[in-house]
């Protein structure tokens, strides 16, 4: 019952912010709903300078909430062309006629079209995709226009960067910020501008990647882009499925489920993306364990607030989160956080909860030997209207417990992590900060920090750990 008033509250309100926007849309000025948070909502914002057609979003209210926002734009925004507005880096080709040639992707259990899902599809391909959806591994009608066109949210395809030093100057100690090195290059990705864009196409360590971010799941995941010898860019559908965001590839319009890393639609369903090791910690963490690393760059080309949440107070809501109507796994709160990690057959979340109290889980998942580390002093993304003064959530970081061949055993004492083989002192990033082994870093585990609901869609058969 709670669940049908709360969408029925819901539709309520679409009608409503959408009544409220076209009214002050012909009045030529913004509706007022006073919400708390005073930016843009990154789902209708304008870049500097578009080069495409305009998208069928209308003006809307900069001072509006999040959920408020992206009702007005579902009803009006359900498809559009592309609204890119970022140049493409030269290596990567712009189109499909450019193009190379398409990998050959593997056999695949198609689910097939629907006279229903027909419609769908058809309303789609009118609206300017390519995408084959004849080619299909989901049912089409779950997927859910959240509010923008296609790159509404406006992937960043030709990042630049900051040295520490100066990113100082934008980012605060506890903000959270997405992790990654690999191949001995370090890079910072703050939420308070994935936030806005959601994805990053970058190359780290000669490795092409994409960093994303899905603010309602807090699903920050990053990929290899490269399938076969086919390198592939990346941007927003504007669509959504079990409030997880869909992607796309520039170079064949296939769709791709954020979540899992799947192709679901297109020319590359039976394709996977490669996950690769990245975590949510806070800036302080992460200049102390890279400090000659880069930080991405405010200097987007785009005109955002960053260091504002537009989804103030999302991860405190009750119910059903927005635009999700599937089955919720009541073994934990739809917004419980918790930090999953699939290792063969084996998918164990570990719910916050736990974490904060045990600060150090030992466990053995798909026949590895884990260990997963949770720390005070990272702040949530999705709390307050500005990220910096949100509640502290901690960050985590998941690892094998073996260092030069030799099996270590973890505890949280004193305020810090400590392997008690040899009394040395880690961080949240798996480096060792103090004693015998200072300096050396613990090989990480792919490992993510989701919404409890979301990753439940996904995996519902997950182990949830208990302690005792």
């Known amino acids: 019952m709670k669940q049908t008033i709360t969408r029925r509250r819901a539709i309520s309100f679409i009608i409503l912010a959408a009544a409220a926007s076209t009214i002050a849309a012909c009045n030529g000025q913004n509706a007022s709903t006073g919400p708390e948070v005073k930016a843009e909502s990154p789902r209708t914002a304008e870049p500097e300078a578009a080069t495409s057609t305009a998208s069928a979003v209308p003006e809307q209210n900069p001072t509006a909430s999040p959920t408020e926002v992206a009702r007005q734009a579902t009803i009006v925004a359900v498809e559009s062309t592309p609204t890119g507005t970022q140049a493409t880096t030269t290596s990567e080709p712009k189109s499909k006629d450019d193009a190379e040639p398409t990998p050959v992707v593997p056999e695949v259990q198609l689910v097939p079209l629907s006279d229903d899902e027909k419609g769908r599809a058809d309303r789609w391909n009118s609206s300017g995709w390519k995408t084959d ?232 998942v798909g026949g590895k030997d884990i260990v997963v580390f949770w720390a005070a002093g990272t702040v949530s993304a999705l709390d307050r209207g500005t990220i910096s003064q949100s509640r502290d959530i901690g960050g985590t970081g998941v690892f094998f417990p073996v260092l030069d061949g030799v099996r270590l055993t973890f505890s949280s004492r004193d305020d810090g992590i400590f392997d008690e083989e040899t009394g040395s002192e880690w961080n949240v990033l798996g480096l060792a900060v103090s004693g015998p082994n200072e300096g050396k870093r613990l090989e990480p585990v792919v490992h993510a920090d989701h919404l409890w609901f979301s990753w439940a869609a996904f995996k519902p058969d997950t182990r949830i750990f208990r302690a005792g």
């Open 133 to 364: 959806f004849s080619r299909k591994t989901i049912d089409l009608r779950d997927v859910k226009s959240g509010g923008p066109p296609r790159d509404g949210i406006p992937p960043i395809r030709d990042p630049r960067f900051m040295t520490m030093a100066e990113g100082d100057e934008f980012f605060d100690d506890r903000e959270p910020v997405i992790a990654v090195e690999l191949n001995g290059q370090a890079r910072a990705y703050p939420l308070q501008i994935l936030t806005w864009h959601e994805i990053v196409n970058d190359v780290v360590g000669g490795e092409p990647v994409i960093v994303t971010f899905c603010p309602l799941c807090n699903t920050a995941l990053t990929f290899s882009r490269t399938v076969g010898d086919r390198t592939f860019s990346f941007g927003t559908s504007g669509n959504l499925r079990a409030s997880n965001l869909i992607m796309w590839d520039r170079e064949t319009e296939s769709w791709w489920q954020q979540a899992t890393g799947n192709a679901i639609a297109g020319e590359m369903v039976g394709s996977r993306l490669t996950f690769l090791p990245s975590a949510i910690v806070s800036w302080a963490v992460f200049k102390a364990t890279f400090p000659d690393a880069d930080v991405l760059s405010r200097d987007t080309g785009f005109r955002r607030s960053y260091g504002s949440n537009p989804y103030s107070g999302y991860d405190t809501t009750e119910g059903s989160p927005f635009l999700f109507d599937g089955e919720l796994d009541d073994r934990l709160r739809p917004i419980d956080r918790v930090v999953t990690v699939t290792v063969g057959d084996g998918d164990v979340a570990y719910p916050y909860t736990e974490l904060e109290v045990q600060k150090v889980i030992h466990d053995t």
